[in-house]
């Protein structure tokens, strides 16, 4: 029996959570980004004292300049947040109809053999869909505040686990005592790191040079990605005639670029970018980061567990670094509940420990994918570019394979948790 499927067994209302006097939280979750924001609506929505912790300020987060970032949500992440009730507070969101893969060098052109996906060969609407970070982020925001979820602008600077909870505490001296101490606090994780958690990874001495630009002609809601030797452009399509770029190239290089004026930095775009959306002219800021693979060895220690990039981060070739933290935030979310609704302790080892199993192949599977991915595709190699060529045209022409290609890039396979089902915890 999978774990989604045991879980099933457990649909009921979870009952009232025990509100022992030695505890001020259920759940304290460190990182108010799109994970934390995600996670903390989640657990709220199951019933669960969650208290959110971040150090940036709620001004600081909730700003609505518009930088570029955008992000490209599978269905399946879709449905996690249309759950979550934020979905449809959106706005400005572009559905993904199209996408296609091609191979080339700057200014010659893509090969003419390529590979190209279709929604329509889905039953279940757009591949995906496209959501500016200045959009999404007030929006989980929003959607916290609304659940009067507590909020805490600190950082967590220590904590300290025992058998039945975790005593934390702030950077401001404060205190608390919580059952399950969840890190979202990114890449760089210091719950993780303090809870003795190893990571495995390497940097690919390349830099994504992220922006949106404004073009002359429509994008047909259809996302490309352009591979070149020093690494893929992903042209992501906006609402009206805009799209969000993300163009990697060496690090050097890329520092290079990103010194440069608009007017330079949109010379070296162009002959990258081609001529099939007309004129294109930049819309918004600009900003750099650098590309890595970083596996965390556990997702949970004791009292602990990790979600999104404070677990993984991947090359974002297949632009799937969220999807991944929502699903996260999906199976953890059903693992706490459940164990809670059946009497469980649901930060003890063995619980905890479900949650690792159900999430740790398919991220280290997406991170080996990623990277063989990347490799083969980021060089020059003549022998290389004839055969993944000719890969790409040969997976064009299977209906079979190219459908169950859709399906994973649209988060539809595997064991999904409910939430990504679109079904409430």
């Not at 518009?66 to 009730?85: E, N, P, Q």
């Not at 001495?205 to 591979?227: I, N, R």
């Not at 690090?251 to 949109?266: G, K, V």
């Not at 953890?332 to 420990?353: K, Y």
Request: with cysteine.
């Amino acid at each position: 029996m999978t774990v989604a499927a045991a879980a099933a067994m457990d649909n009921g209302p979870p009952p009232p959570i025990f509100r022992g006097m030695s505890f001020d939280d259920d759940i304290l979750i460190a990182g108010g980004g799109l994970n934390g924001t995600s996670m903390a609506l989640a657990l709220a929505s199951a019933g669960f004292r969650t208290t959110l912790v971040d150090p940036k300020p709620p001004k600081v987060r909730k700003a609505k300049d518009f930088d570029g970032r955008g992000y490209a949500l599978s269905i399946s992440s879709m449905r996690v947040l249309k759950t979550l009730g934020v979905w449809d507070a959106l706005t400005d969101v572009q559905s993904i109809l199209h996408i296609t893969v091609t191979d080339g060098r700057a200014g010659e052109g893509p090969s003419p053999l390529m590979l190209a996906f279709d929604h329509g060969e889905i039953e279940e609407g757009p591949m995906g869909y496209m959501v500016e970070d200045r959009h999404l982020r007030p929006a989980l925001m929003q959607a916290v505040n609304d659940a009067n979820i507590t909020q805490i602008d600190d950082h967590v600077a220590g904590f300290a686990p025992d058998t039945s909870g975790v005593a934390i505490t702030l950077g401001s001296g404060q205190t608390r005592r919580a059952r399950l101490l969840i890190g979202c606090d990114g890449r760089d994780s210091a719950i993780g790191r303090d809870s003795g958690i190893k990571r495995q990874g390497w940097g690919y001495d390349q830099t994504a040079l992220v922006c949106a630009v404004a073009h002359e002609k429509p994008h047909g809601e259809t996302a490309h990605q352009f591979f070149m030797p020093p690494g893929p452009l992903a042209i992501l399509p906006l609402t009206g005639n805009r799209a969000s770029i993300v163009w990697t190239e060496t690090t050097a290089r890329a520092a290079e670029i990103q010194r440069m004026n608009d007017a330079d930095y949109l010379d070296i775009l162009r002959p990258r970018f081609g001529g099939f959306l007309g004129r294109i002219d930049l819309a918004g800021d600009r900003f750099t980061y650098p590309l890595r693979l970083s596996i965390a060895d556990h997702f949970v220690a004791p009292r602990v567990a990790l979600v999104g990039d404070a677990a993984h981060v991947v090359h974002p070739i297949a632009g799937q670094g969220l999807n991944a933290g929502l699903k996260d935030v999906a199976a953890l979310g059903e693992v706490l509940t459940d164990a809670h609704r059946r009497g469980e302790d649901m930060a003890a080892p063995d619980v905890l420990a479900r949650y690792e199993r159900w999430r740790r192949f398919d991220t280290a599977t997406l991170a080996f994918a990623t990277d063989t991915f990347n490799k083969l595709f980021s060089n020059d190699n003549p022998l290389l570019r004839t055969a993944r060529d000719i890969g790409l045209g040969l997976t064009n022409a299977l209906p079979g394979v190219r459908r169950r290609l859709i399906r994973e890039a649209a988060g539809l396979t595997g064991d999904l948790p409910r939430l990504a089902q679109g079904k409430h915890l």
